[in-house]
């Protein structure tokens, strides 16, 4: 990705990767970082431009950006890189069960990269998939990476 790009990212939570060391490395090649914000009003999430240490405690546990950071749109966004519970290598993941990512791909069109980040023993032989569903490009575990669609 050329520098000035934006790539989305999470702040994980529990088993979820963390992606702090990612963050980092994306600022130091000049990309420009934006965190989700949930809404209860719509299920596609919101993307602000802030650095890691002002996003904020939120709920679900999660740390997410205040509602006055700069906004991102989604058409800006060159990649989204994602949590789950479960990947297979087919593109399939399992998320915590709100639909938030897959409204927001829906949203986003086929432009930003859609990659998983997952340990190991994540990765299934498939999982389960339901119509809305929208498949991931690529998945990174800590061995390796796989171009998925």
């Given at each position: ?27 130091r ?50 990649a ?24 927001t ?45």
């Amino acid at each position: 990705m050329a520098p000035g790009s934006t790539v989305a990212l999470y702040a994980g939570k529990d088993s979820e990767v963390d992606t702090l060391r990612l963050d980092e490395a994306a600022r130091r090649r000049g990309l420009v970082v934006a965190y989700p914000r949930v809404h209860d009003h719509t299920r596609a999430l919101t993307f602000h431009a802030v650095e890691r240490a002002a996003l904020e405690p939120s709920r679900f546990g999660l740390l997410e950006p205040s509602a006055a950071a700069p906004s991102v749109a989604l058409a800006e966004l060159a990649a989204f890189f994602v949590p789950g519970l479960g990947f297979d290598r087919s593109g399939g993941r399992i998320g915590w069960g709100r639909g938030h990512y897959d409204a927001t791909f829906t949203a986003a069109g086929d432009g930003p990269l859609r990659i998983g980040l997952a340990f190991s023993c994540q990765v299934l032989d498939e999982v389960p998939r339901e119509a809305h569903d929208v498949g991931l490009h690529i998945l990174i575990t800590e061995g390796t990476t796989l171009e998925v669609v």
